[in-house]
């Protein structure tokens, strides 16, 4: 069992519904009263299937916001037979300062900055030889993004997440300093000659320019309210014109103020949040218990 299929199975215990993994731990079997249910990963059964897919393809997710004037990051979609003169011509807009992602997945993978044409065509290359299709988008300055957890027209839980960016003592390594920012994910990270480089006094190094936890950003729970509140307004506005039920829903804020929608995930992963938030364990059996609670009625 991973961490989360064990928190599951707790919770099940506790409701007395009998938890049982198959297909090689892929999928839970959940029993109840002669009832039924099945979560696949981390993917629960409460969003209709078309719901999901446009939530979990970046770019159906753009064009579909775009379509009711939604605030979202712009999305550009290539197929293996793309127009390479129109991609440079895209690209020039924005002084290739481009990013180029797979459509479909997840925490950050597949994922890549460029900022000049060889690297720019060597990325969509490399993920066209793997994707049906890629998006291609514009580098945005993000201060933070958020992420709202929605259940039944709620956000559940609500956080932010700060990019793993150092500043320097003039005494400590940037490995110690990025200990210290996020001790859980960087103590499995063996350092490199790179990273043992000891910082000068206010000299700033960014180890990743994702903001994805399981790219060594971290959460974080107090948010302004006024702008909590823009953020919780958007992301409802997203989860009501999907008609879903159970979605996290990530929205960035970029150094110049202006919120944009980033991606919808129907499938719902917390293991990094429950390691990183000191009662990041109970907030999560919140959530997950009201889930199995709701696939059960």
Same mark, same amino acid.
């Given at each position: 069992?991973?961490?989360?299929?064990?928190?599951?199975?707790?919770?099940?215990?506790?409701?007395? @519904?009998?938890?049982?993994?198959?297909?090689?731990?892929?999928?839970?079997? +959940?029993?109840?009263?002669?009832?039924?249910?099945?979560?696949?990963?981390?993917?629960?059964?409460? %969003? %209709?299937?078309? !719901?999901?897919?446009?939530?979990d393809d970046k770019y159906a997710l753009y064009d579909v916001l775009k379509k009711f004037n939604i605030p979202v990051a712009e999305h550009h979609i290539l197929f293996n037979n793309y127009n390479?003169?129109?991609? *440079?011509?895209?690209?020039?807009?924005?002084?290739?300062? *481009?990013?180029?992602?797979?459509?479909?997945?997840?925490?950050?993978?597949?994922?890549?900055h460029t900022l000049n044409e060889k690297d720019l065509f060597k990325h969509i290359d490399e993920l066209l030889l793997k994707n049906y299709s890629i998006s291609i988008s514009p580098y945005y300055? @993000?201060?933070?993004?958020?992420?709202?957890? /929605?259940? #039944?027209?709620? /956000?559940?839980?609500?956080?932010?997440?700060?990019?793993? *960016?150092?500043?320097?003592?003039?005494?400590?390594?940037?490995?110690? +300093?990025?200990?210290?920012?996020?001790?859980?994910? $960087?103590?499995?990270?063996?350092?490199?000659?790179?990273?043992?480089?000891?910082?000068?006094?206010?000299? *700033?190094?960014?180890? #990743?320019?994702?903001?994805?936890?399981?790219?060594?950003?971290?959460?974080?729970?107090?948010?302004?309210?006024?702008?909590?509140? %823009?953020?919780?307004? +958007?992301?409802?506005?997203?989860?009501?014109?999907?008609?879903?039920? $159970?979605?996290? /829903?990530? @929205?960035?804020?970029?150094? !110049?103020?202006?919120?944009?929608?980033?991606?919808?995930?129907?499938?719902?992963?917390?293991? %990094? $949040?429950?390691?990183? /938030?000191p009662n990041g364990k109970e907030i999560a059996t919140s959530l997950y218990s009201k889930v199995i609670d709701e696939m059960f009625k």
């Amino acid at each position: 069992m991973n961490s989360l299929q064990k928190l599951l199975y707790d919770i099940c215990q506790n409701k007395n @519904i009998n938890f049982e993994l198959v297909s090689k731990n892929w999928i839970a079997v +959940l029993q109840k009263d002669n009832k039924v249910r099945y979560i696949a990963g981390y993917k629960f059964p409460l %969003n %209709n299937h078309a !719901s999901a897919l446009v939530c979990d393809d970046k770019y159906a997710l753009y064009d579909v916001l775009k379509k009711f004037n939604i605030p979202v990051a712009e999305h550009h979609i290539l197929f293996n037979n793309y127009n390479k003169e129109e991609v *440079i011509s895209y690209a020039k807009k924005y002084n290739f300062n *481009i990013v180029v992602k797979s459509n479909i997945g997840t925490c950050g993978n597949n994922m890549y900055h460029t900022l000049n044409e060889k690297d720019l065509f060597k990325h969509i290359d490399e993920l066209l030889l793997k994707n049906y299709s890629i998006s291609i988008s514009p580098y945005y300055e @993000i201060k933070n993004e958020y992420r709202s957890i /929605i259940l #039944n027209d709620k /956000i559940e839980v609500f956080y932010g997440k700060e990019k793993p *960016i150092v500043i320097g003592d003039g005494k400590k390594t940037i490995y110690e +300093l990025l200990l210290e920012f996020n001790n859980y994910y $960087f103590s499995k990270i063996k350092p490199s000659p790179k990273l043992n480089r000891v910082l000068n006094k206010d000299e *700033i190094y960014e180890y #990743n320019w994702q903001f994805n936890l399981s790219k060594g950003s971290r959460p974080f729970l107090e948010v302004n309210n006024t702008l909590k509140s %823009n953020i919780e307004k +958007l992301a409802l506005e997203v989860f009501k014109l999907l008609n879903l039920k $159970f979605v996290s /829903i990530d @929205i960035i804020e970029l150094v !110049s103020g202006e919120l944009l929608v980033l991606e919808a995930n129907s499938g719902v992963m917390m293991e %990094n $949040f429950i390691e990183l /938030i000191p009662n990041g364990k109970e907030i999560a059996t919140s959530l997950y218990s009201k889930v199995i609670d709701e696939m059960f009625k």
